[in-house]
């Protein structure tokens, strides 16, 4: 009878470990593809001093250089930037969504948006969505409409924050749709350009939010962390990354874009 020899052992065990570890990186890519989220970034301020609507002030506040060094980390890196409005439609339509694809999006339209992230996006050839509040647009601290106009003129798209920045879930119906649909019609009225994206107001909104956002004719609406209640192509509660003053660290920096924080950070949240 034929024995197999030392060296058909160690063949056979050489053969048996490169099956199994083909077998863990083939599954473990097919787990990384299926918590893979396209980024959309969420900033504020980027500036000097935090100016923001939502509580958080200084906190949420990128100052000039830090924000450079992101945008030159993306494009260094290749990063697919694409408006957001694209990035919607391609979930709309089920298309698959290259890895290291990124939307940038600023909410309260604050006039730094204006003197100090624009020229870098413009610099860097990157599109980006601002969501303004009408009722402040022109008040201090804030984009007035030649801003927002010369910003459409290059690459910077104009999405909705409502009328006044107000707590969408507890509104009545009334209020509601003025602040959701009125926002819409004035933004598009003042600029020229349809609006096809709204961002609630500090990410708060619920059923009959979602339905007038759905109905007043925007395409998508981003939140900020719903939880893994909400599966990540909902187009009315899409999840973004914040980006804050923690940021600066380019390594965080680098986590949040992965595609992958959001799902370590709605499995930390709820341990």
């Not at 077998?23 to 969420?42: C, E, H, Q, T």
């Not at 030159?72 to 694409?82: H, T, W």
């Not at 999405?159 to 009334?174: E, V």
Request: charged residues 25%.
């Amino acid at each position: 009878m034929f024995m197999k020899g030392p060296s058909g052992s160690k063949k056979l065990f050489a053969i048996f470990f490169i099956i199994t570890i083909l077998v863990i990186v083939a599954l473990g890519k097919i787990f990384l593809d299926s918590i893979y989220v396209p980024v959309i970034a969420m900033y504020h301020s980027v500036g000097h001093e935090g100016r923001t609507l939502d509580g958080y002030g200084e906190k949420l506040n990128v100052t000039p250089e830090a924000f450079q060094k992101q945008m030159e980390f993306l494009k260094d890196k290749r990063y697919n930037v694409m408006p957001l409005a694209r990035l919607v439609e391609m979930m709309k339509e089920k298309k698959k969504i290259p890895h290291k694809t990124i939307a940038i999006t600023f909410d309260d339209g604050l006039k730094n948006n204006y003197t100090y992230a624009y020229p870098v996006l413009k610099k860097c050839g990157f599109p980006a969505t601002i969501f303004v509040i009408t009722d402040y647009v022109g008040k201090e601290n804030f984009l007035d409409w030649n801003e927002i106009k010369t910003m459409q003129e290059n690459n910077i798209s104009i999405g909705s924050h409502t009328m006044s920045h107000g707590w969408l879930p507890s509104m009545g119906d009334k209020k509601l749709r003025k602040e959701i649909f009125e926002s819409k019609e004035i933004l598009e009225q003042k600029t020229g350009r349809p609006v096809e994206v709204l961002s609630y107001p500090i990410g708060a909104f619920n059923k009959k939010a979602k339905k007038a956002a759905r109905n007043a004719g925007y395409i998508g609406a981003v939140a900020t962390n719903p939880g893994s209640k909400y599966p990540s192509d909902d187009i009315y509660a899409l999840k973004r990354i914040r980006i804050s003053m923690t940021s600066d660290n380019m390594f965080v920096f680098w986590v949040e874009k992965s595609g992958y924080y959001k799902y370590i950070k709605e499995v930390r949240d709820e341990d």
